[in-house]
């Protein structure tokens, strides 16, 4: 419960932080340049808000599957959000070369999965 919580409370932090600081600039650039495709200015920013969705979900699930699910259920759940959390991790510690916090929590969140499953 624990890692959803974290999980999902740092998706909705993400979610308006990649709103304002990365798809509003990229939105601005994209009306600037005329050769980019109508379909491709469309989905980009869908996608910047595809990951805070998926890890918002991630988070509810795992937080529902430690209240109201059995132990294989919990596994799978367990092991969907825990993949989904490593590479928002190592995603951003890569990325950012370690200087953005982001990857902090979806670790600790990591840790947390893997031990429920393990322990």
Do not use: C
Request: net charge positive; hydrophobic share 60%; no cysteine.
């Amino acid at each position: 419960m624990a890692a959803g919580a974290i999980g999902g409370g740092v998706a909705l932090i993400h979610g308006l932080l990649v709103r304002r600081l990365m798809a509003a600039p990229i939105n601005s650039l994209f009306q600037a340049e005329p050769a980019i495709s109508q379909p491709v200015k469309r989905l980009v920013p869908l996608l910047l808000d595809f990951s805070a969705y998926n890890w918002f979900l991630s988070g509810m699930a795992l937080v529902a599957a430690a209240i109201w699910l059995g132990s294989e259920a919990k596994m799978m759940v367990g092991l969907l959000a825990g993949t989904s959390f490593l590479f928002a991790a190592l995603g951003n510690f890569w990325g950012t070369k370690g200087r953005h916090m982001g990857w902090v929590p979806y670790a600790i969140s990591t840790a947390a999965i893997f031990i429920a499953l393990v322990g």
